[in-house]
């Protein structure tokens, strides 16, 4: 692994920012969301988070045999899972997520639709699988949230050997131009989908993290350079507006 200097600092720094709000408020704010939560992606989102996210399923199924073994990483309420299943409904999911408000929805819709998923409680950074576990793992609107190091060498420790680590997310606009308005809308729109849906003290406190937390974030080529550091290869990725939404596909390379 060779990660460089500057992202090492990076990660220090969001550390120092973000650390007490990642280990106290983000738990509780997603016991106040699972019921609400879609809804209020595509309101503070204006759709595109939805439409991503398909866009997504589908770049990942692509490359996905039948009967694959994929892990779902911080899976909230299925949205990957429930998506890769209605592609193909032979592949093996787990899931892990950190709240068991959120898993418990998750769990509700795909019995809703007489699917499974293998679903835990856990911390993203410790996942309870052995080493070279999975085909694929995905990870999507979470890594922000993360010691993204920390979670990317889990990932890639329980990834088989030619396993693809697929992530999406915000990332952090690489223009100025896109980021500064993207930014002020995002402050806006989180705090507009807050009040519309009630949320808890917890959320309206979390309205001004989750701008801070894109500043603080990666641009789509930081990201190529971070998952090549942690040993990842053959990185393919698609960014819309040059990194609101970006999903990155990488290899862990056979032994
Ligand atoms: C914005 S939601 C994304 C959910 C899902 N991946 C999706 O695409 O809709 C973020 C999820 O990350 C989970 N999460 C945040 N920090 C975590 C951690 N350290 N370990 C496990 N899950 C975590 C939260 O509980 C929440 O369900």
Redesign the pocket.
């Known amino acids: 692994m060779r990660i460089s200097e500057d992202f090492l600092k990076k990660e220090d720094l969001r550390s120092q920012l973000f650390g007490e709000t990642?280990r106290t408020l983000?738990?509780e704010v997603?016991r106040d969301v699972p019921t609400y939560?879609d809804k209020g992606?595509a309101v503070a989102s204006l759709g595109t988070c939805a439409c991503w996210?398909g866009i997504f399923a589908q770049a990942v199924h692509r490359r996905l045999r039948r009967g694959a073994k994929v892990l779902?990483?911080?899976?909230?309420?299925h949205?990957?899972p429930l998506k890769l299943l209605a592609l193909d409904p032979t592949l093996e999911i787990h899931a892990?997520?950190?709240?068991p408000h959120?898993t418990a929805e998750g769990q509700r819709r795909a019995h809703e639709r007489n699917l499974t998923i293998h679903a835990r409680v856990?911390?993203?950074?410790v996942l309870p699988f052995p080493d070279n576990s999975f085909d694929a793992v995905t990870?999507?609107?979470?890594s922000r949230?993360?010691e993204i190091i920390r979670a990317f060498k889990e990932i890639h420790r329980v990834l088989k050997p030619g396993g693809i680590f697929c992530h999406?997310d915000m990332l952090r606009p690489a223009s100025r131009i896109v980021e500064l308005p993207y930014l002020a809308y995002l402050r806006f729109s989180v705090w507009f989908t807050a009040k519309l849906f009630g949320s808890s003290a917890e959320s309206m406190r979390c309205v001004g993290y989750f701008a801070k937390a894109i500043r603080h974030f990666y641009k789509p080529r930081e990201l190529d350079e971070l998952l090549k550091g942690v040993g990842f290869v053959d990185i393919e990725s698609r960014s819309f507006l040059t990194g609101v939404m970006s999903y990155h596909i990488s290899t862990k390379p056979s032994a």
């Open positions: 990642w983000i738990p997603f939560y992606n996210s779902d990483v911080c899976s909230g309420i949205e990957v892990v997520d950190g709240s959120m856990c911390d993203a950074h990870l999507q609107f979470a949230h993360l999406d």
